[in-house]
């Protein structure tokens, strides 16, 4: 199947997967229910489902299997843009091209949908009959907490305005966005029950992966491609904060993103199987304009 073919596929599934979630755990506020549906059903790459379900396809076990992770990586990515869009954080207005959740609503609710998402990621995840649950729930909170993207967050939030070296802003970035990108091939990983050898090879995979697209993420603002709607663009971003291209120049950072994305996908040529699907994302993931 072609790249575009499946990872439509993938998407839909999901996309149906935590639309019937949000039905399901609807609770006795409606204007919460529609405030997570207008935050979460409303577009987005849904590439870290996309890694658990390749992933997991790869290892054999079927994309039901898969659903439960692929929603809980989306509820916790979700949960993040809701909580970064927030004038306390990042301040943005739209997301998606879309108001973000507190323009649209406010930033209370914002605030109780970020938590809610989040909450509701550990639940998807809670499943009786997954012998690798509870390994998953870790997997996620190790991923999302002081280990991963919420350090991350706080580094990003004390780095404003410093000049950062490569290593301050590659540690940055593997917390930030790398540690949810990891974390969904490894989902993807424990729902096929892989052994620790493949979970470490996929982890090689997905380091190098996770940094290509930031790396990626860095020079599409800095291009200020006018699909990066509700960001800082262009020069603003390389002012305000420390950047790939910004250190490294547009070319350089094109030449690391190419580098880690051989990386990526050298590490698989270790593992027996087809592992064509994770190759396409991760090109994909330099070669994507949004
Ligand atoms: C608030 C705890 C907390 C964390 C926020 C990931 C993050 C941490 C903030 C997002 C800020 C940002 C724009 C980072 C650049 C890379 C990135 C994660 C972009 C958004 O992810 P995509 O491109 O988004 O996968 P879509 O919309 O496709 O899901």
């Not at 199947?1 to 609807?26: G, H, I, K, P, S």
């Not at 590439?47 to 989306?74: F, H, I, K, N, W």
């Not at 350089?252 to 698989?268: D, H």
């Amino acid at each position: 199947m072609q790249l575009e073919e499946l990872t439509r596929l993938y998407a839909t599934r999901v996309n149906a997967a935590l639309d019937q979630l949000l039905t399901e755990t609807a609770g006795p506020s409606e204007l919460l229910k529609q405030a997570l549906d207008y935050s979460l059903l409303n577009g987005g790459k849904r590439l870290r489902p996309l890694l658990v379900y390749a992933t997991g396809q790869a290892l054999g076990v079927s994309l039901a299997e898969c659903d439960r992770p692929a929603m809980a990586v989306e509820l916790i990515h979700a949960y993040s843009l809701v909580h970064d869009d927030l004038p306390a954080m990042d301040d943005d207005d739209l997301r998606r091209g879309r108001p973000t959740c507190h323009k649209a609503f406010d930033e209370a609710t914002a605030i109780l949908v970020g938590d809610a998402l989040q909450t509701l990621a550990f639940e998807a995840l809670a499943d009786e009959q997954q012998p690798s649950a509870l390994a998953m729930v870790k997997t996620l909170a190790q991923a999302s907490g002081t280990q991963g993207m919420v350090a991350g967050q706080m580094l990003d939030l004390q780095g404003e305005g410093q000049q950062l070296s490569l290593e301050e802003l590659e540690r940055l970035h593997s917390h930030k966005t790398g540690a949810l990108i990891r974390a969904a091939v490894r989902l993807g990983g424990l729902a096929a029950g892989a052994n620790a050898v493949t979970l470490t090879t996929l982890d090689t995979y997905a380091k190098a992966l996770g940094l290509a697209f930031q790396v990626q993420d860095d020079l599409l603002d800095v291009k200020g491609d006018e699909t990066t709607l509700g960001k800082k663009t262009g020069s603003d971003a390389l002012l305000h904060k420390a950047t790939y291209p910004g250190l490294l120049g547009v070319e350089g950072a094109e030449q690391k993103a190419q580098e880690l994305v051989k990386q990526a996908c050298a590490s698989l040529n270790n593992l027996s199987g087809e592992w064509s699907s994770l190759v396409a994302l991760a090109n994909w993931s330099i070669n994507r304009n949004f």
